[in-house]
Structure formats: structure tokens, C-alpha cells
Antibody, heavy 121, light 108 residues
Framework: QVQLQESGPGLVKPSGTLSLTCAVS?????????WTWVRQSPGKGLEWIGE???????TYNPSLESRVSMSVDKSKNQFSLKLTSVTAADTAVYYC??????????????WGPGTLVTVSS | DIQMTQSPSSLSASVGDRVIITCRAS??????LNWYQQKPGQAPKLLIY???DLQGGVPSRFSGSGSGTHFTLTIASLQPDDFATYYC??????????FGGGTKVEIK
């Protein structure tokens, strides 16, 4: 399993853009994994934001699709998340994770420790 | 979207108890059901995938079962390290991938 580490600003102003990066170590971002972002609002459950394959294909949660974009930087072995027009409702711990497969199903088997992003002026 | 509903939302149990957590999908999801454990301040950890397959390193006291829309996670004999919140997640329909609301297992 790879190791993942999120980084980025912990405070974003309302209407601004949230930008996070996830560094992948112990493996290559050029693999069969889909690279994923999940968030968790304080005291709440888990919300899947979306995922990206190293070749650039993306799938986003329809509830966030108009504001989300993801990218991969193969040279740095990392992937990124951008969320625009943020509000207080976007305050959450953001996790990056790898989604892997076997012949039965797919699942999130490696996770970063998470990073808290607060939206506030 | 496929809605995942867990019950109970919380429970109190003692060390050694058998604990059962239920997860229901709003429509059939074949065997595309995973379970995660999350402790305070930590990321979720994969416990079980494809309904009943244990992730490597997960103790055998954890087991999963079910099919279609009804699934369960069983902890055969609750240990101190098991007090945490458990989430089910469906991997059948994407987008979006969805999680249950969580079940918090607390010490009685």
C-alpha cells in the first residue's frame, strides 16, 4: 500500500478557492489506482468528492461537480484538488485516498491522515 | 444516488460483547459493499471489502455478510481497540460513491 499526505492552506476565505495536494509515496501514481478525495465535515459522516486516474480521466460527485477540478502531476507523484466558490459548508477535514480493485469490487485501501480546511473570513 | 442507511447510529457495549451493525442500500448493490473503521482524529481504515473479505491485518473477530440491499458487520467479541465509528460504503454505482452515516461504538 502507498502512503499519502495531504497539504495546503488550512484557512480559505468565503468565495475563494480551496486547493489541496496529495503526495504519493511508496508507489507510483502511474498505477491501476484511482486517486480520490473524501471529506468529512466536523462531527459528520464521509462525503466522496471525486477521483482521477493518472491518465487524466475524472469522475466527480454531481453535488459538487460545478465547483470541483482534479489534476495529476506525474513528475511529482502527486495529485490535486481545487474547489471554487467555497462557503462555510465546505469546512471539513479533507482526505486523499487510493481506490483500488480486485476481481470482486473496488475500495479505498490507503488514506492520508487528513487536513482540516476552515472557510472563514 | 444510492443511499446507505446504517443502524444503529450509536451503541454502547462491553468488552467481550458481540456487536452487529446493519447497513441498508436504497437499491441492490450486488456485493459492492465495504466497511471502514474510524477512530477520533484518524483517517478511516478499510476493514472489509466485497461484503465479507477481510483486509490484510484485520482481526478475524470482524466479519461481514449480506447481499442485495441488506448487509451486516459483526464483531464477535468486542475488544478495547474496537471502540470507534464504523462506516459502510457502496462501490456499485459511481458517481457518486456513497457512505453510510456511521455507527459509533462506545464503551458501556
Amino acid at each position: 500500500q502507498v502512503q499519502l499526505q495531504e497539504s495546503g492552506p488550512g484557512l480559505v476565505k468565503p468565495s475563494g478557492t480551496l486547493s489541496l495536494t496529495c503526495a504519493v509515496s511508496g508507489g507510483s501514481i502511474i498505477s491501476t489506482s484511482w486517486w480520490t478525495w473524501v471529506r468529512q465535515s466536523p462531527g459528520k459522516g464521509l462525503e466522496w468528492i471525486g477521483e482521477i486516474f493518472h491518465a487524466g480521466s475524472t469522475t466527480y460527485n454531481p453535488s459538487l461537480e460545478s465547483r470541483v477540478s482534479m489534476s495529476v502531476d506525474k513528475s511529482k507523484n502527486q495529485f490535486s484538488l481545487k474547489l471554487t466558490s467555497v462557503t462555510a459548508a465546505d469546512t471539513a477535514v479533507y482526505y486523499c485516498a487510493s481506490k483500488d480493485w480486485n476481481h470482486k469490487t473496488n475500495y479505498f485501501d490507503s488514506w492520508g491522515p487528513g487536513t482540516l480546511v476552515t472557510v472563514s473570513s | 444516488d444510492i443511499q446507505m442507511t446504517q443502524s444503529p447510529s450509536s451503541l454502547s457495549a462491553s468488552v467481550g460483547d458481540r456487536v452487529i451493525i446493519t447497513c441498508r442500500a436504497s437499491r441492490p448493490i450486488d456485493s459492492d459493499l465495504n466497511w471502514y473503521q474510524q477512530k477520533p482524529g484518524q483517517a478511516p481504515k478499510l476493514l472489509i471489502y466485497a461484503v465479507s473479505d477481510l483486509q490484510g491485518g484485520v482481526p478475524s473477530r470482524f466479519s461481514g455478510s449480506g447481499s442485495g440491499t441488506h448487509f451486516t458487520l459483526t464483531i464477535a467479541s468486542l475488544q478495547p481497540d474496537d471502540f470507534a465509528t464504523y462506516y459502510c460504503q457502496q462501490s456499485n454505482t459511481n458517481p457518486p460513491l456513497t457512505f453510510g452515516g456511521g455507527t459509533k461504538v462506545e464503551i458501556k
